[in-house]
C-alpha cells in the first residue's frame, strides 16, 4: 500500500486543552535525565515513521514546559498557546531531520520554541517589515518594490484560499478579538478558534496572530470584504 510521505502529509489536529494548574499531582514515575531522553528517541522514531500517537504522547510530556516558556517570554496566553501548536507542528513535519545523537528532543523542541516567540516579538516591534511600510513608499529600490509585490501576491492568494469562518475570525483578530472573545462571536470552542488561527498563518505564510491582524487591516480594511454570515 502506498505511504504518504510524513513531510508532505497533512499535520493532525494537535489542539489540546491547557494543562490544569494541579498537573503537577499528575506526574509520571521519576526517572532520570538519560531515561527521559531515551523514552523521547524512542517517540521521536515513531513520529518520524508517521505515527500520531507517538506525537501525542510527546506533547503529554513536554506541552506545559513549552507553554510556560512561550508565556515567560511572551507575556501572553493566547500567543503561547499559539506558539506550542506551531512548535508541535514542526515536531511532526520535520521529525524525520531530528538527530538524537547531535541533541536531545527537548533541547531540539525548546529552541523551535524560542524562535517561534522571537518572531513574534520583532513582529510586535514592527521588525517584520512589507507589513508596516507603506507599499506605495516614494523611494523603494527596484528589488525592494519587486519583494512588495511578491509579498502582497503571496498575502491575497493566501486571503483566497481562507474558508468563510476563517475569514471571520481574521476579522476579529483584526478588531483586537481574543481567543475567548472570538469563540463567543461565532459560538464555537477556544479550541477551535486556535485551531483556524493556526490554518490562517499556514495559509498566509504567517508567524504571528499580530501579523495576521495587520494583514487584515491593510487587506480587508473594507466593510465590504466582511463575509455574509
Known sequence: M????????????????RPPADSGSHREP???????AQEDQRLMQAVAGGDEP?????????????????????????EADDVAQEAFTRVW?????????????????????????????????????????DLADASPGPG?????RQLR????????????QELRILLLLRDGGRNRQIAEALAISESTVKSHISAILHKLGLYSRTQAALVAQRLLSSPAADPAT
Open 30 to 36: 521519576v526517572t532520570t535525565p538519560d531515561q527521559e
Open 153 to 164: 501576491q503571496q498575502l491575497t492568494a493566501g486571503l483566497a484560499r481562507l474558508s468563510p
Open 54 to 78: 507517538a506525537l501525542r504522547r510527546l506533547m503529554d510530556r513536554h506541552l506545559a514546559k513549552v507553554l510556560a516558556l512561550a508565556q515567560r517570554i511572551l507575556g501572553d496566553a493566547d
Open 93 to 133: 513535519r520535520n521529525a524525520r531531520g531530528f538527530d538524537g545523537g547531535r541533541a536531545r528532543f527537548t533541547t531540539w523542541l525548546y529552541r523551535i520554541a524560542f524562535n517561534l516567540c522571537l518572531d513574534r516579538r520583532r513582529a510586535r516591534r514592527g521588525e517584520w517589515q512589507p507589513l508596516h511600510e
Open 144 to 148: 525592494e518594490v519587486e519583494e512588495r
Open 2 to 17: 502506498h505511504t504518504i510521505p510524513i513531510e508532505f502529509a497533512a499535520a493532525p489536529v494537535l489542539w489540546w486543552r
